[in-house]
């Protein structure tokens, strides 16, 4: 595949995580009966099952800066591409985003204000998390993600099981952090959001950057330590 193949691939993935995973939770989250944390958890999850189906033979299916840091760690990804695959997860993530608005700003009472989905610590943490709690949360759960994807990718692992292992793993993380910071793990994903509402959602978007990132690379070292064989 070419670099342009790959970067497309990484451009709809990403599209589609943003759209379908953030969208589950602007759209269908809070109405009456709506779908809650865990549908948005499961949501966030099927997209990433679903395009390591479709997308993983052309680029690999990162969909997430902090995946291709990881992977680059971990020796499993080349540094030339590393600038290329994130260009394309934040301008796919920033697209889903725009759709999302376009959808979401028809409904009568449609504000910016209620957040879009945006991550946020502190008062903007769903459950009033501190910054120092949400970056914890965001490094370790960012390098559990990571020691799964490069597990269930590892070339002695079952082949085909990797986008089940990989999708189930970030429902976890959702499961377990969205009341914490909205869940990131994800650069990608929380730029597109943010970026439309703006103020405090850009101010505090260095986190979900650096976090997400630290993680990922401490877990590519870690991986190649734990799964290393005798020589």
Same mark, same amino acid.
């Given at each position: 595949?070419? =670099?342009?193949?790959?970067?497309? *691939?990484?451009? #709809? /993935?990403? #599209?589609? =995580?943003?759209?379908?995973?953030?969208?589950?939770?602007? =759209?269908?989250?809070?109405?009456?009966?709506?779908? /809650?944390?865990?549908?948005?958890?499961?949501?966030?999850?099927?997209?990433?099952?679903?395009?390591?189906?479709?997308?993983?033979?052309?680029?690999?299916?990162?969909?997430?800066?902090?995946?291709? #840091?990881?992977?680059?760690?971990?020796?499993?990804?080349?540094?030339?591409?590393?600038?290329?695959?994130?260009?394309?997860?934040?301008?796919?993530? =920033?697209?889903?985003?725009?759709?999302?608005?376009?959808?979401?700003?028809?409904?009568?009472?449609?504000?910016?204000?209620?957040?879009?989905?945006?991550?946020?610590?502190?008062?903007?943490?769903?459950?009033?998390?501190?910054?120092?709690?949400?970056?914890?949360?965001?490094?370790?759960?960012?390098?559990? #993600?990571?020691?799964?994807?490069?597990?269930?990718?590892?070339?002695?692992?079952?082949?085909?099981?990797?986008?089940?292992?990989?999708?189930?793993?970030?429902?976890?993380?959702?499961?377990?952090?969205?009341?914490?910071?909205?869940?990131?793990?994800?650069?990608?994903?929380?730029?597109?959001?943010?970026?439309?509402?703006?103020?405090? *959602?850009?101010?505090?978007?260095?986190?979900?950057?650096?976090?997400?990132?630290?993680?990922?690379?401490?877990?590519?070292?870690?991986?190649?330590?734990?799964?290393?064989?005798?020589?």
């Amino acid at each position: 595949m070419t =670099l342009t193949n790959k970067m497309a *691939a990484e451009f #709809f /993935g990403t #599209f589609w =995580l943003v759209l379908g995973g953030c969208g589950s939770a602007v =759209l269908a989250a809070g109405v009456d009966l709506g779908i /809650g944390y865990v549908g948005v958890s499961l949501a966030f999850g099927l997209t990433v099952m679903t395009m390591a189906y479709a997308i993983g033979h052309i680029s690999g299916c990162h969909l997430n800066p902090a995946v291709s #840091f990881g992977l680059w760690s971990g020796g499993r990804f080349p540094a030339n591409e590393l600038v290329p695959y994130i260009i394309a997860q934040v301008i796919g993530g =920033l697209a889903g985003a725009a759709v999302l608005y376009s959808i979401a700003s028809g409904a009568p009472g449609f504000d910016l204000a209620g957040g879009f989905a945006s991550n946020g610590y502190g008062g903007h943490s769903p459950e009033g998390y501190s910054m120092m709690a949400v970056l914890i949360a965001e490094v370790v759960m960012t390098f559990m #993600f990571l020691m799964v994807i490069l597990g269930a990718t590892d070339k002695r692992a079952p082949a085909g099981f990797a986008p089940i292992a990989i999708g189930l793993c970030l429902t976890l993380i959702h499961l377990i952090t969205i009341p914490v910071s909205n869940t990131s793990v994800n650069p990608a994903r929380s730029t597109g959001v943010a970026m439309f509402v703006g103020d405090w *959602a850009t101010a505090q978007l260095w986190l979900f950057w650096v976090a997400p990132i630290v993680g990922a690379i401490i877990a590519g070292k870690v991986y190649g330590w734990v799964s290393a064989e005798e020589k």
